[in-house]
């Protein structure tokens, strides 16, 4: 892939940890027994998307891969809380798609929205101020902060083009853009001068405008890696519209027939959905072509298929600015640019829960902590109602509560898990 156009990266991102609560008493002349008063530490930072409209390109993601945000700040005396870590904001181009790794689940479509917290960070640990009731007046402990939450992530980037240019390399697709654009690809007389995608906007009226996208040409086995295509099919896949660029002239001795078909067959293997796409046939280079015999059977071809056919000359400017004006039609009775719908759904960490857990009886207060118990905690939406359900079922499943009878729990007893107090019930 050429260094200068990246659009697919993967990253590692950490929102922060929470900042522990803090012990401490109100000490003030003449106040006896001021009581607790220590804070609760700061929430940690989250990872945040945002869109940058000024990047075309995953390039900044290239050497840099991992993304961690700040933890939060220790809670302090006089109940004040410690500061929330600063959020870490990662800036994407518009039209990036975000999946977790592993499963290849699209997380989110970045070209729908401006902003999007890819994690949060842990919830800070409560001071000992929360934990004073009129039996317990002088807690001598606080919580630990939750950690943050660690996932690989790939970013994929799919241009946001209405209309995509597709056909063999060398065909004139990067001549037509120039033309009907104000993009300046490079363009020259051999295969593959085109080696990333290029963008433009097409000018037709004050209302009247659409981006058509010149896709790097695509060669017979491209959609099992061959040539340029198989990095480039991506970008076609939000096009509402495709125009096939054929060479009618016959200057390389191909038949503009088998080409049509061949690079129909390429998108079809990629994705089928590209088969059924609205698509618009132009043969190219007329101006040089010897006789019309090419061009009048790749149009016969098309008509037979139903699909609008158009005689160009992109290098003479011949019959393309016509194409653009049916192009703008065809796109408005056409659904919007797709916006990918999220399918990643969040599952349960595997936690190991073998590893004995601290607990300590603080009059009728039982103190639990534990590596494995903070990792699960930061895993579980209490807001969720078969969240709350599983994050029970596994602490009976690591034998929790049998161990906590075992020590002489009684019911009405609290239960302390880190920022989560509870009753106790048989």
């Given at each position: 892939m050429p260094s200068g156009f990246i659009d697919k990266a993967r990253i590692t991102v950490r929102s922060g940890a929470g900042g522990g609560g803090a012990v401490a008493f109100h000490r003030e002349k003449y106040v006896a027994a001021g009581g607790p008063d220590g804070g609760d530490g700061g929430r940690g930072g989250d990872i945040v998307l945002k869109v940058d409209e000024h990047m075309s390109t995953l390039m900044d993601f290239r050497y840099k891969r991992k993304y961690v945000a700040a933890d939060g700040m220790p809670g302090q005396t006089k109940r004040c809380s410690g500061k929330d870590g600063d959020d870490l904001v990662i800036r994407v181009p518009r039209g990036t798609v975000v999946r977790d790794t592993e499963t290849g689940e699209i997380i989110c479509d970045m070209a729908g929205q401006d902003s999007f917290v890819l994690c949060r960070g842990g919830r800070g640990g409560w001071g000992n101020q929360h934990f004073a009731t009129p039996t317990r007046q002088v807690p001598h402990f606080a919580k630990a902060g939750l950690p943050g939450k660690e996932m690989d992530v790939t970013l994929e980037l799919k241009l946001l083009a209405d209309v995509g240019l597709v056909g063999f390399p060398n065909v004139g697709k990067s001549t037509l853009l120039s033309v009907v654009t104000r993009a300046n690809p490079k363009i020259a007389n051999y295969h593959f001068t085109t080696l990333s995608p290029n963008l433009g906007v097409v000018p037709l009226e004050d209302d009247l405008s659409f981006v058509l996208a010149d896709i790097p040409g695509i060669i017979e086995g491209a959609s099992e890696g061959a040539g340029l295509g198989h990095d480039f099919l991506r970008h076609i896949d939000r096009c509402r519209l495709l125009i096939h660029i054929v060479d009618v002239s016959g200057s390389e001795g191909?038949?503009?027939?088998?080409?049509?078909?061949?690079?129909?067959?390429?998108?079809?293997q990629y994705s089928p959905e590209l088969a059924t796409r609205p698509m618009i046939v132009a043969g190219n280079k007329v101006d040089i072509a010897p006789d019309r015999e090419g061009m009048e059977k790749l149009k016969a071809h098309a008509e037979k298929l139903g699909l609008p056919f158009f005689e160009i000359s992109a290098a003479a400017h011949q019959g393309t600015r016509e194409l653009m004006y049916f192009a703008a039609q065809r796109l408005r009775e056409l659904p919007p640019i797709t916006v990918y719908e999220p399918t990643y759904v969040e599952r349960p960490p595997e936690v190991d829960t073998s590893e004995d857990l601290s607990i300590e009886r603080i009059?009728?207060?039982?103190?639990?902590?534990?590596?494995w118990l903070r990792q699960l905690m930061a895993n579980v939406n209490f807001g969720d109602y078969e969240s709350r359900n599983w994050f029970e079922r596994k602490l009976r499943e690591a034998g929790l509560y049998a161990r906590l009878e075992e020590m002489g729990i009684q019911d009405g007893d609290a239960i302390c898990l880190y920022n989560l107090e509870f009753e106790y019930q048989r």
């Open positions: 191909r038949d503009p027939v088998e080409d049509f078909e061949a690079i129909n067959a390429e998108l079809s009059d009728d207060t039982w103190v639990v902590d534990g590596p």
